[in-house]
């Protein structure tokens, strides 16, 4: 019960936080409209089958992914600029529920991504918004945020050893979009890549709010994706033990 | 002399001073396997959307990408300067402008250059598209020309930068953009008569189209009039982010802006 | 029993030069270093940069691990219970960074407050009235990047002390103060310890030791020099006499000559405005001036004085190495 408290205060707090930088804000929600305006425009201009509303869904969740991308890996880093890091390290819980909430906040961000790629389909291009399951999606998107915060923090947790972090966390970007489901449905993809797309978090989190939107049966994919959540924290928890007992050793939790 | 000795040994030494960020762990994956991963995102995406070819996508984004270097790698030169202090004193060193400025402007040029080359060699392996050989030196050359064309553009948005505070987001907004506008990605076909007027007279629309043709074996002369387009919009652009940058130099010097970080 | 002990603590760190052709060297930042603060004493660690003062208390609030040596707090040991360790102490930091910019003074507290443990009913009132000890009541809702300096280490403090630790560890807290800010600060340190706090504080300000600590050791290159009370360490000087005599300019070997001079206890040379001072300790009965003056063969003299050892004396003999 403490724990869930933990975590709920602060996620709040950090999401304040990130909330609060606007020029951060702007850039994370800006890029991926990009990429959205251009899908958009492909899938209008298509003949293929899938509708205008498939292209909405994927690239909102394609914007949802790099919110988490393109910051969490950076997550321990951040703390180390603030000069909080040492504080929150030296505090009683154990660590790993100080860094998630962390890296939740930074995937609600992708909320934002969400509402506007969806919002530039509406009202640019058009598109009916209509979903099938309104509450069923919006349990989805909670659990794809929540997964796509855990793989953060298991990013956070593995890349702490490097300080170019943030360019690892980019690294991650393009290929998610490639094959986790997005707008390239995955029997398109070589057999070989199918797998990889299977322990991805964000590839059943997409199918679940699609399905949630155009009618199907979401459920498995929902519980499927908040399970591998449950891996990839397990995974960082692991890891995490290692690395802060290495930093310890070595005097490294305030290097800048 | 002197004129092309500080555009040569300048260049090569300001990159090499203030390119130190740019450690492998960064170039490699922000420049080698990012532009092939869009290559293969937006093949997949045409292949899903059953629109065009590989070779569309290939082709558009290879050329696209190279906006990167040319945006960011100059933008971090100017702005590096600035922070450096440096450009303080190399804007009131009696080196005469043109030399020193363009001297910086060939690195980039040369990275762009070698990032598309690189892109579209590894795109079309992966994909197994053919190149018919005798298009490759035509194929150099219109690259050459867009990276041209577009380090102008990253003059513009460097010289924007010594102003702004956060370059990097009108860097990833530039890139956006030309991802939209140069028909990289949308046939042009496609797009609204006002943003076909604008695809017109920005850098790559014209460069694209030409790389497109020559991918499907048209000789060098049936595309030579696209290549004499961007050629103009490179001279324009390299004009114009010359002539911002000692405008904002002048400015910087009678507001005391230029070392304010 | 002492509340805080240290027992032969070691602490070596791994440095590297170069990127191609990596160096490795040790660099032992702590050698060695014993004591205990009993309950509700003030204890200063006093020391000059780099003695080794943040790495010692570091390894007592379990942020770092020592390389030899043990530390127990309130029992606990800082290597095998660093979590117990932890819900039991207090640590604040001097300087500018440390807190949540962005958020408001009392959002920093209370985020601290949940991962300290506060109970949730305890929260609201424990935060009101930390606020009003370190007299930041009012300014609570503003952002802290619009803190001054002060205001920032005041918040430090309020957070150090949420729930309520009996052992708080202040890491120089009053570096880069105003004067004012500094003096309030220390009287807000005086009064926790009134409180009945054990306090271990670390400052390379002399003054501020002598002035707030019960007991004082002296750190210098990774090691304890002196331990004992203010007065104990002025009783080790009090027995001599200080020769000042003003140079201008110190003339190489200078130093070294007067200092093996039979009878000097040490020298160092103090900087003051156009002139430099040199200091020459030397016991009571012992008369040196006219032997120092024959050593000045040749320098710039000016004034040349004879008066009692400070503290500061002792503190400067201490960690020169004399």
């Known amino acids: 019960m403490k724990a869930l408290r933990l975590l709920a205060v602060g996620w709040y707090y950090q999401f304040k936080m990130i909330s609060r930088s606007p020029f951060e804000g702007i850039g994370q929600v800006l890029y991926p409209l990009f990429f959205a305006t ?68 930074m995937a609600t961000i992708g909320i934002y991504c969400l509402v506007a790629t ?63 489901g997005f707008l390239v449905p995955l029997v398109l993809l070589p057999e070989w890549v199918r797998p990889i797309s299977w322990v991805l978090a964000p590839t059943w989190g997409m199918s679940a709010i699609r399905e949630a939107a155009l009618g199907g049966s979401p459920l498995p994919d929902l519980l499927l994706c908040l399970a591998l959540g449950g891996v990839y924290v397990g995974l960082g928890l692991a890891m995490l033990e290692r690395v802060l007992g290495a930093a310890r050793k070595r005097g490294a939790l305030s290097l800048s | ?86 450009l303080g004193a190399i804007l009131v060193s009696p080196a005469p402008r043109l030399p020193l400025f363009f001297g910086r402007a060939v690195p980039v040029v040369a990275n762009s250059v070698f990032v598309a080359a690189f892109a579209l060699t590894a795109g079309s392996l992966i994909l197994g598209i053919d190149i018919p050989l005798t298009s490759i030196p035509a194929l150099a050359l219109v690259i050459v020309v867009a990276a041209v064309s577009c380090t102008g553009l990253g003059l513009i948005n460097a010289a924007l930068g010594l102003r702004i505070r956060e370059n990097a987001v009108l860097s990833n907004a530039i890139f956006g953009f030309l991802l939209i506008f140069t028909g990289a990605n949308i046939p042009l076909s496609e797009l609204p008569d006002w943003m076909r007027a604008v695809s017109e007279v ?20 049936s595309v030579i009039d696209l290549v004499g387009a961007e050629l103009l919009l490179a001279g324009a652009y390299l004009s114009a982010g010359y002539l911002l940058l000692r405008f904002l130099e002048g400015q910087g010097r009678r507001h005391a802006t230029l070392e304010r970080s | 029993m002492p509340v805080v002990e240290a027992q032969d603590l070691h602490r070596t760190y791994r440095t590297s030069t170069g990127t191609l052709r990596r160096k490795w060297m040790d660099v032992e930042a702590v050698r060695g270093v014993t004591f205990g603060i009993e309950r509700g004493e003030l204890f200063g660690l006093l020391g000059p940069n780099g003695a080794g003062k943040t790495t010692t208390i570091k390894m007592l609030i379990t942020l770092l ?58 929260i609201r009132p424990r935060i009101e009235s930390l606020l009003e000890l370190v007299g930041l009541k009012g300014r609570e809702q503003e952002r802290t990047e619009g803190y001054s300096r002060g205001m920032k280490q005041r918040l430090h403090i309020a957070r150090g002390l949420l729930h ?59 090691e304890i020099v002196a331990e004992g009370t203010p007065a104990d360490l002025k009783r080790t000087v009090a027995a001599g006499t200080v020769v000042e005599v003003e140079v201008f300019g110190v003339p190489d070997g200078l130093v070294e000559r007067v200092r093996d001079l039979e009878g000097v206890t040490s020298v160092s040379v103090e900087e003051r405005e156009q002139a430099q001072v040199l200091l020459v300790q030397t016991p009571t009965d012992v008369e040196l001036t006219h032997t120092i003056l024959g050593t000045l063969d040749g320098a710039n003299v000016g004034r040349i004085s004879r008066r009692e050892p400070t503290l500061e004396d002792a503190y400067v003999a201490l960690v020169s190495g004399e």
């Open chain 2, 202 to 221: 920005i850098p790559f629309t014209h460069s694209i189209q030409a790389a497109r043709e020559l991918a499907d074996g048209a000789a060098l002369g």
């Open chain 1, 118 to 180: 969806l919002a530039l389909g509406r009202f640019v291009f058009g598109i009916d918004l209509t979903v099938e399951h309104p509450l069923v999606f919006a349990l989805a998107i909670v659990a794809a945020v929540t997964s796509f915060g855990a793989l953060g923090f298991l990013f956070a947790v593995s890349f702490v050893r490097f300080r170019a972090a943030w360019a690892l966390g980019n690294l991650f970007e393009y290929p998610v979009w490639l094959i986790g």
């Open chain 3, 65 to 122: 691990l020592p390389t030899s040596g043990t530390a127990r707090v309130l029992g606990y040991d800082v290597v095998k219970d660093p979590r117990e360790v932890r819900k039991r102490i207090g640590y604040v930091f001097g300087g500018e960074r440390g807190v949540y910019e962005r958020l408001s003074g009392y959002d920093n507290l209370r985020y601290f407050a949940e991962l300290y443990g506060v109970p949730p009913k305890e």
């Open chain 3, 164 to 222: 309520d630790p009996p052992v708080v560890f202040l890491d120089e807290p009053t570096i880069g103060l105003d004067p004012v800010g500094a003096r309030e600060l220390r009287a807000t340190i005086a009064s926790l310890a009134d409180a009945g706090k054990t306090i271990l504080l670390t400052t390379h300000y002399m003054f501020e030791a002598d002035a707030l600590c019960d007991r004082i050791a002296v750190i210098t290159r990774g």
């Open chain 1, 38 to 105: 251009v899908a958009f425009f492909i899938f209008r201009a298509s003949e293929s089958p899938r509708t205008l509303l498939y292209a909405a869904l994927g690239s909102a969740v394609m914007g949802m992914w790099s919110a988490t991308s393109t910051t969490a890996g950076n997550a321990m880093q951040r703390e180390r600029w603030h000069g909080t890091l040492e504080s929150l390290v030296a505090t009683p819980p154990h660590f790993g529920l100080v860094l998630l909430p962390i890296t939740l906040a």
């Open chain 2, 1 to 86: 002399m002197t004129s092309l000795r500080i555009f040569a040994i300048g260049g090569l030494i300001s990159y090499r001073a203030l390119f130190y960020w740019l450690t492998f762990w960064i170039f490699v994956p922000s420049l080698v396997v990012a532009p092939v991963f869009q290559i293969l995102l937006f093949a997949y995406i045409g292949r899903s959307a059953e629109l065009q070819s590989d070779e569309f996508y290939v082709v558009g984004n290879a050329i696209q990408y190279a906006a990167i270097p040319a945006l960011f790698a100059m933008s971090q030169l100017v702005a590096g300067e600035k922070f450096q202090n440096t």
